[in-house]
């Protein structure tokens, strides 16, 4: 059983609060009239460079299996699934200008 180190697992549980704030703050800022598609573009990038840092810690690198404890990589996942909505959107967003 692969398990994430106690003291990833605080540093992990304190970065998701900040995340989640700024993934939800580009996903109501696109909706605007006339979002800042750069800085929001920026700001979604930012985060996913996190997570792709803590996809390394909570998932065992070259297989499909994660580390526990398992919660942990569910909030990976949502966070993870809300930075790719918002890529697609924005992406979107900047087809159309």
Known sequence: MYRIPEEQQVAF???VPQLRKRLKAVQ???HKREPDLRALNSENEQCRIRLEYWHK???VEGTNKIRHPIRL???WNNLSMLANLNSQELEYLN???
Do not use: C, P, T
Request: aromatic share 6%.
């Open 13 to 15: 549980k304190a970065e």
């Open 28 to 30: 109501s800022a696109r």
């Open 57 to 59: 810690i909570v998932a």
């Open 73 to 75: 990589w569910v909030v």
């Open 95 to 97: 087809s159309l200008e």
